[in-house]
């Protein structure tokens, strides 16, 4: 059992996964990537939530291109979101947010998965 004192940023990422949650509910589960991230960023301003929207993070290693280190959010200058809607979440997802963390210097990185029945958002830390 987490005690919540070790959790990361636990108010905020309740309240994005509510949003998540929310907008799997009104959407379904057989929407485009670009439908979530667009009800995403609309329920985000709704809530008064700073966010950027696919910016750029830079090279997460020397010699990389930065324009590889897109997510899909960082919302208020804290976590990284990166939002799918494919069956599974695979591991290169997972490599994928470990590289947006490192490239950000952040802490916390939330994958969440639209295509799933059950929506089950995975924290991602640095």
Same mark, same amino acid.
């Given at each position: 059992?987490?005690?919540?004192?070790?959790?990361?940023?636990?108010?905020?990422?309740?309240?994005?996964?509510?949003?998540?949650?929310? @907008?799997?509910?009104?959407?379904?589960?057989?929407?485009?990537?670009?439908?979530?991230?667009?009800?995403?960023?609309?329920?985000?301003?709704?809530?008064?939530?700073?966010?950027?929207?696919?910016?750029?993070?830079?090279?997460?290693?020397?010699?990389?291109?930065?324009?590889?280190n @897109?997510?899909?959010?960082?919302?208020?200058?804290? !976590?990284v !979101?990166?939002?799918?809607?494919?069956?599974? !979440?695979?591991?290169?997802?997972?490599?994928?947010?470990?590289?947006?963390?490192?490239?950000?210097?952040?802490?916390?990185?939330? @994958? !969440?998965n639209?295509?799933?029945?059950?929506?089950?958002?995975?924290? @991602?830390?640095?």
């Amino acid at each position: 059992m987490q005690r919540m004192d070790k959790v990361i940023y636990p108010e905020l990422s309740y309240k994005i996964c509510g949003l998540c949650f929310k @907008i799997h509910n009104d959407l379904g589960q057989f929407r485009s990537e670009k439908s979530y991230t667009d009800a995403l960023e609309e329920a985000l301003k709704t809530a008064g939530m700073s966010y950027q929207r696919e910016k750029s993070l830079g090279a997460s290693f020397e010699g990389e291109n930065e324009r590889r280190n @897109i997510p899909d959010f960082m919302i208020e200058d804290r !976590v990284v !979101v990166d939002l799918k809607a494919k069956r599974i !979440v695979s591991k290169e997802d997972y490599f994928q947010m470990k590289r947006y963390l490192t490239a950000s210097g952040k802490k916390l990185g939330l @994958i !969440v998965n639209f295509r799933q029945k059950y929506l089950s958002p995975k924290r @991602i830390l640095n």
